[in-house]
Nanobody, 120 residues
Framework: QVQLVESGGGLVQAGGSLRLSCAASGSIFSFNAMAWYRQAPGKQRELVAA???????NYADSVKGRFTISRDNAKNTVYLQMNSLKPEDTADYYC??????????????WGQGTQVTVSS
């Protein structure tokens, strides 16, 4: 059973920085990609950033240039460095990992979430 445990959330002032961590119970190299999603109150969950097993990254337009996703395969951990935070970044942030099997089945795994609050 895959477990993802997030940490690093908290309260920060606008313009500040936070680094989120997502530690996996097994090798993250086995996943096709890992990602960070967020969900603000009353809104749908949205993709923030993703990184493939090969290291390719993509970001939501709203965070490009401010957030950086990275991975440490040796530590089975994915990070989200968040700089120049804005009040609109306030949300619960969730770590996601997915694995797509050769026959097409996709399994998604989720962490429990960590709260990020940015005050103005």
């Amino acid at each position: 059973q895959v477990q993802l445990v997030e940490s690093g959330g908290g309260l920060v002032q606008a313009g500040g920085s936070l680094r989120l961590s997502c530690a996996a119970s097994g090798s993250i190299f086995s996943f096709n990609a890992m990602a960070w999603y967020r969900q603000a109150p009353g809104k749908q969950r949205e993709l923030v950033a993703a990184i493939t097993s090969g290291g390719t990254t993509n970001y939501a337009d709203s965070v490009k240039g401010r957030f950086t996703i990275s991975r440490d395969n040796a530590k089975n951990t994915v990070y989200l460095q968040m700089n120049s935070l804005k009040p609109e970044d306030t949300a619960d942030y969730y770590c996601n990992a997915h694995k797509t099997f050769p026959w097409g089945t996709r399994n998604d795994y989720w962490g429990q979430g960590t709260q990020v609050t940015v005050s103005s």
